[in-house]
Nanobody, 122 residues
């Protein structure tokens, strides 16, 4: 089991950038696959990006070319670099960890952070 804490959210104008961080506490962080999800008011939680313990990355089509997921195992941290932000990116962003194979759906994860708010103004 791993505990996750997101940070880096805030208010930014459209076209701006933001970097989210997810700090993990627990054993064997390097063995976990990590994912980012987001949930806007009144909408379902959706997949954003994921990175396997091998370093392989996955993105939803809505953020390809704009967002980059990365990890620093020495710091037990996963990042989400968000560039060219759009108002539709506004949501609470959640970090999640799993040892399983399913990483692009929320049911594949057992460990979740508390979320961090990202608001993009037009």
């Amino acid at each position: 089991q791993v505990q996750l804490v997101e940070s880096g959210g805030g208010l930014v104008q459209a076209g701006g950038s933001l970097r989210l961080s997810c700090a993990a506490s627990g054993r064997s962080f390097s063995s976990y696959h990590m994912g980012w999800f987001r949930q806007a008011p009144g909408k379902e939680r959706m997949f954003v990006a994921a990175i396997r313990n091998s370093g392989t990355t996955y993105y939803t089509n809505f953020v390809k070319g704009r967002f980059t997921i990365s990890r620093d195992n020495a710091k037990n941290t996963v990042y989400l670099q968000m560039n060219n932000l759009k108002p539709e990116d506004t949501a609470v962003y959640y970090c999640a960890a799993t040892l399983g194979m399913t990483i692009t759906y929320d049911y594949g994860y057992k460990n979740w952070g508390q979320g961090t708010q990202v608001t993009v103004s037009s």
